[in-house]
């Protein structure tokens, strides 16, 4: 990522809330090497509630895709 993103992201809780393992590892992975602090990935929006309830996020990626 870019050096301005690396600075946006150091140091902030990002959670990621998608069911499909390698696009989640895959935004884990790439959320990390910028600096960010990732919090799940939720394969669900139960689980990622209850990661909500437990820490708060200073943003969050969404699988969005509907059939």
């Not at 301005?4 to 090497?33: C, Q």
């Not at 990661?51 to 059939?67: E, M, N, V, Y």
């Amino acid at each position: 990522m870019g050096a301005e993103i690396d600075r946006l992201l150091n140091g902030k809780r990002v959670l990621i809330v998608e069911d499909d393992y390698f696009i989640a590892d895959e935004t884990r992975r790439a959320l990390e090497s910028a600096g960010a602090i990732v919090i799940g990935p939720a394969s669900s929006v139960e689980s990622a509630l209850a990661l909500i309830d437990s820490t708060t996020p200073d943003g969050a990626i969404l699988d969005i895709r509907s059939f």
